[in-house]
């Protein structure tokens, strides 16, 4: 009998320790170990994506330099940067438009905030500022370049754009 007991026992420890273990939450925060032999599965779900554009518009421009992209019909943009380069004549001013829809509905946004170079006369900078502007899957980005007054009858424009962000799934939140 004894030993029918022990045995019995042994059984019963046996099937208990194949039962699963249940956690409950707890206030007690959780530690993930990443490592390169035990790595934690991921999948990329940002594309980064960067947009350069770049005028010379010669002596006999307007106020402004625009130009335009369209977005993939399965992917929208997300903006997250903006830099500029762009040479005027020292008494103007320069700015930066972008349009684009989201939500459905188009909307200007207005960047400001360019120094005049200290290196190069007649260059304004716009060192790479961090933004959020959000494109909709299949519509177009408009950048403009806005000068306050026109180029003289020997100055010329050139600006230099660089938008760089992520697309993202339609409807999606980065």
């Known amino acids: ?19 699963p273990i249940v956690a409950h939450a707890t206030n007690t925060p959780v530690v993930v170990v990443n490592t390169t032999t035990t790595p934690v599965p991921t999948k ?4 980064p994506h960067q947009y350069e554009v770049s005028w010379f518009s010669g002596t006999t421009s307007g ?3 625009t130009s335009s992209f369209t977005m993939p019909a399965d992917k929208g943009y997300v903006i997250e940067g903006i830099s500029c380069e762009a040479y005027a004549p020292s008494s103007t001013e320069v700015m930066i438009k972008i ?8 909307l200007t946004h207005y960047i400001t905030g360019f ?12 060192g790479q500022i961090p933004i959020k502007i959000y494109a909709d899957a299949g519509t177009s980005v408009t950048i403009d370049v806005v000068r306050q007054s026109p180029a003289g009858a020997s100055i010329g424009y050139y600006s230099d754009v660089i938008l760089s962000g992520h697309y993202i799934a339609p409807g999606g939140v980065p």
């Open 1 to 19: 009998m004894f030993r029918a007991g022990k045995a019995g026992l042994a059984i019963t420890l046996g099937i208990a320790a194949m039962q």
């Open 44 to 47: 990329v779900t940002v594309a």
């Open 63 to 65: 106020f402004t330099e």
């Open 99 to 106: 349009t684009t829809t989201a939500g459905g509905a188009a």
């Open 115 to 126: 120094i005049s170079s200290k290196i190069y006369t007649n260059y304004w900078i716009l």
